[in-house]
């Protein structure tokens, strides 16, 4: 399994701020991943960050409102820019892992609730 | 049309029954599917993966439909702690499509 921890659990910042999320994992993996999960709603996935190359993002979201870094095979950051109240969320940082029997499995972070005044 | 949809509930239900509910899915190609558990203001954890053949985990059955494109959990003798939302995942590849979850509260 894999453990998770995120920076900050949670804050509460000004409309056209920018916040970073940081991601920490305790193993190597090559795919991580940030969600995206409003309230009553399901999780919503960003985008996917490899080690040494560019995120690919999903539709409807871009780098230059959620720029990723990913540095080294254990951590990423995502920053929320410009935020506005509809960014008010809980970001998750994701990563899959390759378990015993050779199940794949997908672990998450704890979550960083944000809300945007 | 979403790509993959729940009954959001809540299915409310005593100690000891039984509570079973579905999820569809779009994508015909959709290679794993999942059942995760996502307590009040906590990240999402893999209770099953769900195999073509059905499988068991203790008190959890899931079953896989292909045909029909759904899967069903089933959760015998329901327990206080079992309470929480329960995310029905599928997976293209690397990609994860959730369901907006169905809400379970087991009540004493």
């Known amino acids: 399994s894999a453990v998770i921890s995120q920076k900050p659990s949670r804050d509460i910042c000004q409309r056209g701020t920018s916040l970073t999320i940081q991601c920490q994992v305790d193993?190597?993996?090559?795919?991580m991943f940030w969600y995206r999960q409003q309230p009553g709603q399901s999780l919503t996935l960003i985008a996917t960050?490899?080690?040494?190359?560019?995120?690919?993002?999903e539709s409807g979201f871009v780098i230059d409102k959620f720029p990723i870094s990913r540095p080294n095979l254990t951590f990423s950051t995502l920053t929320v820019s410009n935020m506005s109240p509809e960014d008010s969320s809980i970001y998750l940082c994701?990563?899959?892992?390759?378990?015993?029997?050779?199940?794949?499995?997908?672990?998450f972070g704890p979550g960083t609730r944000l809300t945007v005044l | 049309r979403k790509e993959v949809e729940q009954d959001p509930g809540p299915f409310n239900v005593p100690e000891g029954a039984t509570v079973a509910f579905n999820c569809t899915y779009s994508?015909?190609?959709?290679?794993?599917f999942f059942w995760y558990r996502q307590d009040c203001r906590k990240e999402p954890k893999l209770l099953m993966s769900?195999?073509?053949s059905g499988n068991e985990d203790g008190r959890f059955t899931a079953q896989l439909n292909r045909a029909s494109q759904y899967i069903s959990l089933l959760i015998r003798d329901s327990k206080l702690s079992d309470s929480a939302t329960y995310l029905c995942?599928?997976?293209?590849?690397?990609?994860?499509?959730f369901g907006a979850g169905t809400t379970v509260t087991v009540r004493a």
């Open positions: 960050a490899n080690q040494g190359s560019e995120a690919t993002y």
């Open positions: 193993s190597q993996v090559t795919m």
């Open positions: 994508n015909s190609a959709s290679q794993s």
């Open positions: 995942v599928v997976a293209n590849d690397y990609k994860l499509s």
């Open positions: 769900v195999y073509s």
């Open positions: 994701s990563v899959r892992l390759l378990d015993r029997g050779s199940t794949d499995t997908q672990y």
